[in-house]
């Protein structure tokens, strides 16, 4: 019951998150599930990208639509786009060691964050 309610309350942060700044998924979920929850990271993105794909973030993206903040269009072609990509990335992903995807991982996040903190 108690990782019922870890799993509620991360869903429930990482939803105000990409709903408040359009994140959630790869920078809170993965992050929260290896360290609090104990996934590897093939898990725990594993799992993160079973959420994306599901309609969960419907709401929030008919929020941000009908306040005329989307672009269909734009949208349509970057999920043609991530639909092969991401299919690539997780076949060289599920192929690496556990260690070197979490090196990657950490990389990213700091480039993210680096891009962030100096512009």
């Known amino acids: 019951m108690d990782s019922i309610i ?3 309350l991360l869903g ?3 939803g105000v998150l990409s709903g ?3 994140i959630g998924g790869g920078i809170i979920l993965v992050p ?3 360290v609090l929850v104990g996934l590897t990271q093939h898990e725990a993105q594993g799992t993160t990208l079973i959420l994306l794909t599901a309609p969960f973030g419907l709401l929030a993206a008919l929020t941000y639509y009908q306040s005329g ?3 269909l269009k734009i949208a349509a072609i970057l999920g043609i786009g991530f639909f092969f990509g991401a299919f690539f990335g997780a076949k060289i992903a ?3 060691p556990n260690i070197v995807l ?3 991982f950490g990389v990213a ?3 993210v964050a680096l891009k962030f903190l100096l512009s």
């Open 12 to 14: 429930a942060t990482a």
């Open 32 to 34: 929260a599930l290896v």
């Open 69 to 71: 903040y989307a672009d």
């Open 109 to 111: 996040l700091l480039l």
């Open 20 to 22: 408040l700044l359009g």
């Open 6 to 8: 870890l799993y509620l």
């Open 102 to 104: 979490e090196k990657v």
């Open 94 to 96: 599920t192929s690496v």
